[in-house]
């Protein structure tokens, strides 16, 4: 089925990004009025700490604060989607978990696990912030590539960067024009983003499937489609010399 004409292309939503960013994240930084912590999953010891959202009360986000030890704390959540490919400016997103820290005996868990009554969440992305509720985010579906992204975008450049050269015939001829090179920035169910870089900037484009991933094995059959496209193209020699 064809895309109709200036029809926009099927993307994440704001909401949908978040809880893909979360879910892949290895680390975050809690903020609370006493500093920052930096919380990893990668140092050795397991997953240092989960943190379980609540629906938050009254309180508005700005206002009263408990400072008994056993009163809410405010506090913020932040995450920093890093592109796992080499590519220009790496970072593709900024995520703000905004809330209070619930740190009384009622509200803790055996395992280490705290609470948080959530306030709302920002998404910030090319340059423009987003702000979700938690009943957007709840209902958000979790992107079925996002655990495996990194290991699939590194492979594809690591393996098989003849695809990514093939890839570059669905590429408008305009944004290849002066590109010193091209990379995988990000898949999600509904396409794959090649980063083209320049001289002194960068633009991607994004590259739709012929129909959403919905699991993980059918990634490879939606990249084979794009590919069978992509080899009915005229070849073009856009790449320039590094040199």
Not at 183 to 196: E, K
Not at 197 to 219: G, I, M, N, S, W
Request: hydrophobic share 40%; glycine share 4%.
């Amino acid at each position: 089925m064809r895309r109709l004409f200036n029809a926009p292309l099927a993307q994440p939503t704001s909401a949908e990004r978040i809880r893909s960013i979360l879910t892949a994240a290895d680390s975050m930084t809690v903020v609370t009025d006493e500093g920052r912590t930096e919380v990893s999953r990668l140092n050795g010891s397991g997953v240092a700490e989960h943190i379980h959202l609540h629906p938050a009360l009254s309180r508005q986000w700005e206002g009263d604060t408990d400072s008994t030890s056993d009163g809410p704390v405010r506090a913020s959540l932040e995450f920093t989607d890093i592109a796992p490919t080499p590519v220009r400016d790496r970072v593709r997103a900024r995520v703000l978990l905004a809330g209070w820290m619930l740190d009384s005996a009622e509200h803790s868990a055996p395992n280490g696990s705290r609470c948080m009554e959530f306030a709302h969440a920002v998404l910030e992305r090319d340059g423009e912030r987003v702000t979700v509720n938690l009943d957007e985010l709840m209902e958000a579906d979790t992107d079925p590539l996002a655990t495996c992204e990194a290991s699939m975008l590194t492979h594809l450049l690591d393996d098989h960067g003849d695809v990514v050269e093939l890839l570059l015939r669905l590429v408008k001829p305009r944004l290849t024009l002066g590109a010193r090179r091209a990379l995988p920035v990000a898949i999600d169910r509904y396409g794959i983003t090649l980063r083209l870089e320049y001289a002194d900037t960068y633009a991607d484009a994004r590259l739709p499937f012929p129909a959403p991933v919905k699991e993980v094995d059918q990634a490879g059959v939606r990249i084979h489609s794009l590919l069978n496209m992509a080899r009915h193209r005229t070849s073009r020699n856009w790449l320039l010399s590094d040199s």
